[in-house]
């Protein structure tokens, strides 16, 4: 097994390493998104219009479900497999920006999924609306030799087109819904209808091309809607929609309710994790409670609940008050740009500390990473770049934590690494933090952190693979840096065996 971030630099893709194969599958002109680009903010609109105006995606999903239930989809949004009582499949999320970080998880994914069922898609299959045409080079094409079926959850992403492109690919081709009633003049809603972003005349016209790409029959799956439960083996696979703003309707929250009773060991899917960057996000249900509620009470059975939204991985395992342990993982590292890791401040959490959790990229690779970003950016790079052991070392004394890689003395921390590491966000102890500082963390998560995807190796990417038996199920993270050397043996950055007797 190769080595990991936490082994060496060059598991981590420092150094002048080898660029891998991945290039080979892309298409010749990859669409470049920039989040720093006016006219892609101005298309992404709906999710501040949902902040400000009222989030209608509860209606338009209710209007989805009785969609595919009236055309057959089966009423309890279950779908039932014949795997055997030992399989494993992929999870992967965040996937769609259509670039070279996509792409460089693809070789290491098929070499570790070549044998699981299935995959999960956890949140934002395409970037930056969710529109039918970006399917192409964004779904069907980056997988069309992964031989099994996909399944996926829609992340806000998908919604800012209505989820028509996702319900068209996912969903049996789903028609176009009709025309929401016209809101009553001059109210919220019907300023909001103005400004709403919708999918443009003609959009998903390539998309029957597109789906030649993975068109064998063991590649077909279809799913009865923006959120659905599997069963397969020994586990019930729950996935929901958290839509454009990280909640879930009443209609949903029912059938989550519903669909978790049982002894049957469940793993939840969403688009909003619970626990992300050292906070806890019970994510609401509308009408009362919360869907860690459902994933905590002890006759549901949830040993596991996987987000995406946050572009890196993070696992927090949370020991209940009955004695159990849930494990809350970050599962966002399939294709976008990264989210700094660097800014998550020293872990203190439901009784999780810095000794339990784990993160990749790490933090000290993090922060050489958005350094090295930077510096470029600002044509400053002698003062903004640090190396790996530089970061490390000034994350070290920020969070009060061993440098998780010493391949030597660490190097001193001086005034320049400090002040890079202050600019950049780098988190602290929170014994330590300061109200002055706390502005500027939330100025750089916000606005600073990267903006586009990045050209070259190392992505810091990354994907699951869950192996089910009726006793277990071992999660790794396989990490994705774009290079030749983890693409042909992925490394393992973090593994847990959860128990499931």
Known sequence: MSDSSRDSAEGAGWGTAERGAYRRLMPNQAEKISWLDPRMLWAARNGVLASWLG????????????????????????????????????????????GEPQYAVVPGLLREGRDTAFAVLASDVIYPVGSADGYGPKFFRPYRDYPAPIYAIPGNHDWYEDLAGFMRVFCDDAPPLPPAPTPRPLGRAWLRSLLWHRPRAGDGRHLDEARKLRSAPGQRAAQPGPYWAIDAGPVRIVGIDTGLLGTVDAGQGAWLREVSRGPRPKILVTGSPLYVDGEHHPCPVEGGGTVDDIVRDPAHHYVAAIGGDIHNYQRYPVRLDDGRTLQYVVAGGGGAFTHATHTIP????????????????????????????????????????LTDAEAMAVIAERLGIGPTRVPGAPPRVTRRMRLVAGLLGTGRRPDRAKRF????????????????????????????RLDVSPE????????????????????????????LT
Do not use: N
């Open 55 to 98: 989030d209608p995606t509860g209606e338009t999903r209710a209007r989805w479900a009785a969609q595919r239930t009236a055309a057959g989809a089966p009423a309890d949004r279950v779908i039932r497999r014949d795997d055997p009582d030992r399989f494993s499949f992929l999870v992967i999320g965040d996937t769609g920006e259509g």
């Open 346 to 385: 020293r872990v203190d959490v439901a009784g999780v500390t810095e000794r339990d959790f784990r993160c990749y990229p790490l933090r000290g690779d993090s922060l050489a990473f958005y350094s090295a970003l930077y510096g470029r950016r600002l044509r400053l790079r002698r003062f903004f770049a």
């Open 437 to 464: 500082r706390l502005p500027v963390r939330k100025m750089y998560t916000s606005v600073l952190s990267p903006g586009s995807a990045t050209y070259s190796p190392p992505f810091f990417k990354s994907f699951l």
């Open 472 to 499: 277990a199920i071992r999660l790794r993270c396989h990490a994705a840096t774009g290079l030749r050397a983890q693409e042909t043996d992925p490394p393992v950055e973090d593994e847990v065996v959860i128990p």
